[in-house]
């Protein structure tokens, strides 16, 4: 059993796991999701390190598919960009009193307000960074998480056509965000899409005139063409997951998933029928078998929950996590047969047309949602970027 076969070619040197990222698969999927929107503009979403595929280069590859936009939650996501020298139009839309506005106003940066103390903390920053601050005011069409509802929001849109008229500001959107974009027939979705048409009203009767409204995630983006407006504003479609699986896969909207995880595995043998595996023996072979060890564990982003469900490809065959999820390694059940030694390349998931397990039935298996699954991928995992310009392995 240690006829010892080469590693798996894309992991880089040393390392027992990585997460490969296909930038040519972000710039395709953002070239399919501008055909979809026709004249509204694509803004890629890039925030938690780019869905955990890596905020510069997933940025660079989303521009170079035909993204307008950048967008990202933090203002410290925000000044990462730029430091990497991109200057495209770029909103951050989540921080807190005493952020430093100033450094996202000289970086220009676009951030948005959903309450007046966030307006005058702008305008104040404004004012330190010597220049007018462009903005997007967010209203609450019924999420209740961020932006302005009902009277106050009619009180933020007077402050700001006030901003507007000293120059401090330039409101340059108008936006919000969805409840239920992943049921298109959900009642809710009309309800916002009506609110989030009476909030423009109300901010053009207050003066404003905002180029850009927005309020589609890549759900809304895939299935609602009534609420593109200017901007969308994808994240998940981005690097090809699809936002709504119980209606099609990532292939069924023209996508192509971007991340694969792979590893190769650490330890190989044979133990015997009646063997509990790994810590609590929730796991128990039911025959004389081979188990294989993955080094990795919840550490680097595997979902504990993912223990006895979680599915595997072991030197191109399906396997599954086989007893608890440890800190940083995992068992698989090989079976009987299996010939292999250490070193064997193993997948946890990629492609769904190369046959892989995906993002979504790992997502599936620990009933949670892909969008979870590829952020949580820790900073332990080195990320190697392919790319057609730089092929196999070319990091960055
Ligand atoms: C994360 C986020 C998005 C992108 O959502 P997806 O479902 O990944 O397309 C868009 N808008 C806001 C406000 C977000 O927080």
């Known amino acids: 059993m240690d006829t010892s076969t080469p590693p798996p070619s894309r992991l880089p040197a040393g390392a027992s796991a990585c997460v490969e990222v296909d930038l040519d698969a972000i710039r395709s999927n953002v070239g399919e999701l501008r055909r979809r929107v026709g ?57 807190v009193p005493g952020a430093d506005l100033a450094a996202a106003v000289r970086a220009d940066v676009d951030v948005s307000i959903s309450a007046l103390w966030a307006l ?85 009767r207050a003066g404003l005139r905002p180029t850009h409204r927005h309020i589609a995630n890549s759900a809304a983006t895939l299935t609602n063409p009534a609420v593109h407006y200017d901007l ?35 330890n190989v043998k044979r133990v015997p029928a009646g063997q509990g595996v790994s810590y609590g023996h929730v796991y128990v072979t039911d025959r004389e078998t081979v188990l294989g060890l993955v080094p990795m564990g919840y550490a680097d982003g595997i979902p504990r929950n993912a223990t006895n469900v979680g599915p595997v490809l072991v030197d191109g065959r399906p396997g599954r996590v086989s007893g608890r999820v440890c800190m940083d390694q995992f068992v698989v059940d090989l079976g009987p047969t299996y010939a292999g030694a250490a070193g064997d390349p193993v997948v946890l998931f990629g492609s769904e047309a190369a046959g892989e397990p995906t993002a979504q039935d790992w997502a599936s298996a620990c009933e949670t949602i892909s969008y979870e699954i590829v952020t949580r991928m820790g900073a332990r995992l080195p990320r190697v970027f392919s790319d057609t310009d730089t092929p196999a392995g070319g990091g960055q």
């Open 39 to 95: 004249n509204a503009e694509v803004m890629a979403v890039v925030k938690a390190d780019a869905y955990g595929h890596g905020l510069v280069p997933a940025a660079k590859a989303a521009l170079d598919g035909g993204a307008g936009w950048l967008g990202v939650a933090q203002l410290d996501e925000a000044l990462q960009v730029r430091a990497a020298g991109i200057e495209a139009p770029l909103l951050a839309w989540l921080y």
């Open 120 to 204: 005058d903390e702008v305008r104040q920053a404004a004012a330190e960074a010597g220049r007018t601050a462009r903005v997007h005011l967010k209203v609450d069409t019924g999420l209740a998480r961020n932006g302005a509802r009902g009277e106050d929001w009619q009180v933020l849109v007077d402050a700001a056509a006030d901003g507007e008229s000293e120059e401090a500001i330039d409101v340059v959107g108008v936006w919000s965000h969805f409840v239920y974009a992943d049921e298109p027939k959900h009642p809710t979705v009309r309800a916002q899409h009506e609110r989030f048409e009476d909030a423009m009203r109300v901010a053009e």
């Open 232 to 266: 969308v504003r994808p994240g998940l479609a981005v690097y090809g997951l699809s936002p709504v699986p119980q209606l099609g896969g990532p292939a069924a909207y023209g996508l192509r998933e971007a991340m694969r995880v792979t590893s190769a595995l650490a």
